[in-house]
């Protein structure tokens, strides 16, 4: 049995969801289908989850609202007449969206604002589920709530419990095609509850992991993944297979292709995953798979993102006193920060933290309690920085790559603030300045990939 999941691309117009139903409808083992909201058509178009954000917004304010609503029902009646489907689909999902409307001011400003953008991913799974009904695939649309996808509870991100995938083992039982909304579960008191970015990744890898699927199968609209970001770097070398560790540190720093957190489900019992594209589904994709064979290149793949602060400190002494950096770190829990990085010297040490955590009011208070309450010779906060990070399993039995990789960036003039290489030695990580994230991205690939800089833009 293979899970398959279909991004906002692959059904965002009714042409693309004839093609999801051919790709289905091509491989009797595809049981188990998972699906996004519908996403843009065109370069201008606005997702369907944008639409229901600004009907979601026009509710809480109590203005606006129907006609927020009938743009969000012109999507779904475009999909259906394309479809060839009656309107009582329509009139379905336009009943849906008002009975989760009514529940502003009776529910949590948040928990309106969930329910509607959930209600992109629920509407859609019932609008396909139909669709395949009405060509002779024989399906049905299963709510997150019947099948059991039981989640936590506030205020930790939403995850799913163990309980949830005894639930969900069943589904592998359907003498039906299984067409299920992604992004969401329900905690055990029955409130809906949305997984962080990517969540219909999650959804797909946690009923990967819940039926243990031969495949999961995540369809999206590129070939393959590319080893580095090809609006950065021209024709970047597409990648053929690819280990979850490496895939999980990639995604971690910007690669959009796959959220990290999704792959934890199906990692955990070593289902492989393969991303095709929904346009071109006989190309081969890229494959995840727990251990793969070994090339001839040490590095897989290079990413980057921005958006990151560094919080220094600096105390003469500090690697001799003890609980220092758990002092420190206890200051950023109070807070409600999380950190990605702690590089540290003898006397100093780096915090890297997602800028967006930050508000200069928790600055003040960090930078304050650091110097009164651990003594610090000096406290203070930088920003506008990017990780460059450089991940290949081969990096562990390679010697001079940390000195090629530095080599390489020092020639684009910029300087590392950061280094740092985890344990496993899977990946290596450069903290630089935003403004050279691109030219150190092109530096680096042409180090370790291309040839000549004709690839370079």
Not at 230 to 240: A, D, L
């Amino acid at each position: 049995m293979k899970v398959c999941k279909f991004g906002g691309t692959s059904v965002a117009s009714a042409e693309q969801i004839k093609k999801v139903a051919a790709i289905v409808q091509s491989d009797p083992t595809r049981r188990l289908i998972v699906v996004s909201a519908p996403g843009k058509r065109f370069n201008d178009d606005i997702k369907v989850t944008d639409l229901l954000i600004e009907l979601a917004n026009a509710a809480l304010q109590q203005d606006a609202v129907e006609e927020k609503l009938k743009n969000v029902i012109k999507r779904y009646e475009s999909n259906a007449n394309g479809l060839g489907l009656d309107h009582v689909i329509c009139e379905v999902i336009e009943s849906d969206l008002r009975t989760r409307i009514a529940e502003a001011g009776s529910v949590a400003d948040e928990q309106l604002m969930d329910s509607l953008k959930a209600s992109g991913e629920d509407n859609n799974a019932k609008m396909i589920a139909a669709y395949f009904d009405s060509i002779g695939l024989k399906a049905k649309y299963m709510s997150p709530l019947e099948a059991g996808l039981i989640v936590n509870d506030l205020p930790a991100r939403a995850q799913a419990l163990p309980k949830a995938y005894d639930n969900l083992s069943v589904l592998k039982d359907s003498q039906e095609i299984v067409v299920f909304p992604g992004f969401f579960g329900y905690t055990e008191e029955g409130v809906l509850r949305t997984f962080e970015r990517g969540g219909s990744d999650i959804t797909g890898s946690i009923l990967a992991a819940a039926v243990k699927a031969e495949l999961y199968e995540n369809f999206t609209d590129v070939d393959s993944v590319f080893c580095a970001n090809p609006k950065v770097v021209n024709c970047p070398v597409e990648i053929q297979e690819i280990t979850y560790r490496e895939m999980r540190e990639l995604s971690y720093a910007g690669f959009s292709v796959f959220h990290d957190e999704a792959l934890m489900p199906v990692y955990k019992i070593g289902i492989p995953v393969c991303i095709k594209n929904t346009n071109n589904p006989s190309a081969p994709g890229t494959r995840i798979v727990s251990v793969r064979e070994s090339n001839h290149s040490p590095v897989t793949g290079i990413s980057a993102d921005s958006g990151f602060s560094i919080l220094y400190v600096s105390k003469y002494l500090m690697n001799r006193e003890i609980g220092f950096g758990r002092k420190l770190l206890q200051i950023l829990e109070d807070e409600n920060i999380s950190y990605e990085h702690t590089p540290s010297g003898l006397d100093d040490i780096s915090v890297i933290i997602r800028s967006h955590q930050l508000t200069s009011e928790k600055e003040d208070r960090i930078v304050k309690r650091v110097e009164t309450e651990l003594q610090a010779d000096d406290v203070h906060f930088r920003h506008d920085f990017s990780m460059i990070v450089i991940v290949g399993e081969g990096m562990n039995n390679n010697t001079g790559l940390a000195a090629r990789a530095a080599t390489a960036i020092s020639k684009t003039g910029a300087n590392i603030e950061m280094i740092n290489q985890g344990s496993s030695e899977v990946s290596l990580v450069f903290g630089v300045r935003k403004e050279f994230e691109n030219k150190i991205l092109q530096a680096l690939y042409n180090e370790f990939f291309a040839l000549s800089a004709t690839n370079l833009k």
